[in-house]
């Protein structure tokens, strides 16, 4: 805490000086700003005598769009020659792409000096732009331009398609099946137990709310230190719950299913009060003047949606235990076949995405989980927990639920900027599984003896309980002699 008064101590002292500096830049560049002043007057001398008028006043198109945009030009001079054009340009050739935007005078036919024409505008990439209209005059010294004070406006926006349909179905279908599947193979007397000594449930909300949020303030802080956008987008996705993909990457890594269907259920609840306190603290600071707001309904469906398919599945192991064993034998080939397929369709559908990735956004957004895969672990590791929990305590802390942080984010912010600021939940969402999958594959490759074959010892409880379902056989047998 004393650190954070140094800081700020440090940016008033800062501030104080930039200001007197400032106050004497001021006093001592009279020169400079009769200069500024005159250039001033120079322009407003040379401001166009004509102008344009769009057929639009705000143009809003979706990527790979073409459109066709009526203007007028206003108060051609008869006196030009035929030498003279009007160019239709874009101040960024990386978003928007014109033609037919070349127009000569000779072939203009202008009636009471005003033309009407119109040119085509193909949208390429999320952003926003500026259209703006150049008279290019012919001189002795050489080509010289007028630029008309009128511009247009134009939003590029993310067109959802039919891909997107797509997947988001194929998600709900496969989550559907997976978690009536991990219902049909839970052991309530292992949650009992966990709930009963919830030590793995404490370390994983200390990692998921404590150190998640501050990790990824930081990591934003020296990232992304003058682009607020990515620094909030970062921010949302540590500061939001555990997924349900933690509980996929438990299966197939052979950890503790039963602890990370705990902990993610509690991170879940936990979040109706864990978010909006970093939100309106270290959040306030990234973006003050943002009305925030947490998706309390966007929460509860996602968390509503996994008991459903959870509770059919303990219903399973109650009244149709032949099934439920059966699936559970699926289960994890389910997991993998899960994770294979919405990979290769989250990289289909986010494509556009990778023109938004820089390197900064790449570190940023594998930094944040594969170091809180390491302090999950050995906070894990220093409480003493067993190998299979601190692996599952890990997964638990490192995976985060991106889908919300998409959520508020566009909730937050304005399009174009939402959709690209989402680049970073995106790029988190592909970074995340990639030490998981190393770690799999690794296994498989040089570890002879599955860790399915490793049997966990028995706890004190489940002896107990061998025992007095020993002793009960016993009695029964004896019974039965007499």
Not at 92 to 99: I, P, Q, T, V, W
Not at 222 to 227: A, G, I, K, R, T
Not at 383 to 394: E, W
Request: hydrophobic content about 50%.
């Amino acid at each position: 805490m004393s650190s954070v008064k140094y800081v700020l101590c440090a940016a008033v002292i800062l501030q104080f000086l930039a200001t007197g500096f400032a106050g004497n830049v001021a006093t001592n560049t009279t020169i400079k700003d009769i200069e500024d002043t005159n250039v001033l007057m120079d322009y407003e001398a040379n401001v166009p005598t004509w102008s344009v008028t769009f057929g639009e006043v705000l143009l809003n198109m979706s990527m790979f769009e073409v459109r066709t945009i009526e203007f007028e030009i206003h108060n051609i001079d008869p006196s030009w020659s035929e030498g003279y054009e009007f160019h239709i340009l874009t101040m960024d050739h990386d978003l928007l792409k014109l033609s037919h935007n070349i127009f000569k005078l000779k072939d203009l036919q202008s009636e009471n000096n005003v033309w009407k024409g119109n040119f085509t505008a193909e949208a390429i990439f999320l952003g926003r732009s500026e259209i703006y209209v150049e008279l290019h005059l012919p001189s002795s010294e050489g080509q010289q331009m007028e630029m008309a004070l009128e511009t247009l406006e134009v939003i590029v926006l993310r067109r959802i398609g039919t891909m997107d349909f797509v997947f988001q179905v194929l998600v709900g279908c496969f989550v559907m099946i997976l978690y009536v599947n991990f219902g049909a193979v839970l052991e309530l007397d292992a949650l009992k137990r966990i709930l009963i000594k919830p030590i793995g449930p404490a370390i994983g909300f200390v990692g998921q709310f404590i150190v998640m949020p501050i990790l990824s303030f930081l990591i934003g802080y020296f990232l992304f230190h003058d682009m607020i956008e990515l620094r909030l987008g970062l921010f949302f996705t540590g500061s939001t719950p555990g997924g349900g993909a933690s509980n996929i990457f438990t299966v197939v890594l052979n950890g503790n299913l039963n602890l990370s269907i705990t902990m993610t259920a509690i991170s879940n609840l936990a979040a109706f009060g864990m978010m909006p306190i970093w939100i309106f603290t270290l959040g306030a600071l990234i973006f003050k003047d943002g009305n925030l707001a947490v998706p309390y309904k966007t929460i509860a469906a996602m968390s509503f949606s996994l008991v459903i398919p959870l509770g059919i599945g303990l219903a399973l192991q109650k009244y149709a235990p032949t099934v439920a064993k059966k699936m559970s034998k699926i289960t994890k080939p389910l997991a993998l076949i899960f994770i294979i397929v919405i990979t290769g369709f989250a990289f289909t559908v986010n494509s556009y995405m990778f023109k938004l990735f820089s390197w900064k956004i790449l570190v940023a957004s594998s930094a944040l989980p594969w170091i809180g895969y390491i302090i999950g672990w050995l906070m894990a590791i220093v409480c003493r927990q067993s190998p299979r929990d601190a692996l599952t305590i890990a997964i638990e802390t490192g995976i985060q639920n991106t889908g919300i942080a998409i959520f508020m984010l566009s909730f937050t912010l304005p399009q174009p900027q939402a959709d690209m600021t989402s680049a970073v939940p995106v790029a988190n969402s592909m970074m995340t599984p990639i030490p998981l999958l190393i770690i799999y594959l690794i296994r498989k490759i040089f570890c002879r003896t599955s860790i399915e074959e490793v049997e966990e010892p028995p706890t004190k409880e489940a002896k107990i309980t061998e025992v007095e379902a020993i002793m009960e056989k016993g009695e029964r047998k004896v019974g039965q002699k007499l």
